[in-house]
């Protein structure tokens, strides 16, 4: 069994940063992607960010290209969320995910088999 334990979460001012962590628990686990979504008080859980490992290819809501970018420290089989120059409309509770699926949809939530429990994130204005 995998677990994935999200960190990182906090109130921050708009403008300031935040990195937020994704560590994988458990058996061997080497996912083909990571992804990262968010929800919203009163919305649907959004794609944010994701990565497909076997190729490489990192995909972005159009709300944050530019400025969050992931990332991972295989020794530490963590996955970051680094969130720059944040809006109070990023204020959302954030998941990570991960796809043990081969050729993996990293912007569909339904591709992926774990989540985390999710951290909270608040960008005051």
């Known amino acids: 069994q995998v677990e994935l334990v999200e960190s990182g979460g906090g109130l921050v001012q708009a403008g300031g940063s935040l990195r937020l962590s994704c560590a994988a628990s458990?058996?061997?686990?080497?996912?083909?992607?990571t992804g990262w979504f968010r929800q919203a008080p009163g919305k649907e859980r959004e794609f944010v960010i994701g990565i497909s490992w076997s190729s490489g290819a990192t995909y972005y809501a159009d709300s944050v290209k530019g400025r969050f970018t992931i990332s991972r420290d295989n020794a530490k089989n963590t996955v970051y969320l680094q969130m720059n120059s944040l809006k109070p409309e990023d204020t959302a509770v954030y998941y990570c995910?991960?796809?043990?699926?081969?050729?993996?949809?990293?912007?569909?939530?339904?591709?992926?088999?774990?989540w985390g429990q999710g951290t909270k994130v608040t960008v005051s204005s």
């Open positions: 995910a991960a796809s043990t699926l081969f050729g993996a949809v990293v912007v569909v939530a339904g591709t992926y088999d774990y």
């Open positions: 458990g058996r061997t686990f080497s996912p083909y992607a």
